[in-house]
């Protein structure tokens, strides 16, 4: 934990969000770029960034919507814009995101994210 008047940590994740913009047009989830949360992300003026994706960007049927080269050019995309930021950020961290695996109750749910 920091425990310091000069550090100021933000959490910016917006649940049922992904990184892609053309992934979803038929679901309820939506492109992390048209949130709240990245809005308030773009105000921050951060100078470090630490960027996850979460459980809607690694889900198999998602993939099915989306091609890998698709979700490869934009992820790159992503990279790219939080280096190229006004003020640049001082770092820029990939993060690996939580795997999805198979849930033991079927009846509840398809998968959990761990």
């Known amino acids: 934990m920091i425990n310091s008047p000069y550090i100021e940590i ?7 969000s992904t990184i892609s913009q053309s992934a979803f047009k038929d679901k309820p ?8 949360q990245f809005e308030m992300f773009k105000a921050s003026e951060p100078d ?3 960027f ?3 459980s809607c960007d690694s889900k198999l049927e998602n993939w099915a919507l989306n091609s890998r080269q ?3 050019e934009e992820y790159y995309h992503w990279l790219e814009y939080f280096t190229q930021m ?3 950020p001082k770092k820029v961290y990939a993060m690996i995101p939580p795997p ?3 849930c ?3 009846n509840k749910i398809d998968h959990i994210g761990v």
């Open 10 to 16: 933000a959490d910016f994740a917006a649940s049922g």
């Open 29 to 36: 989830m939506k492109p992390y770029r048209f949130t709240d």
């Open 48 to 50: 470090m960034v630490m």
């Open 52 to 54: 996850m994706l979460g």
């Open 70 to 72: 698709n979700f490869e």
């Open 86 to 88: 006004k003020p640049p």
């Open 100 to 102: 999805i695996l198979p």
């Open 104 to 106: 033991v109750n079927r």
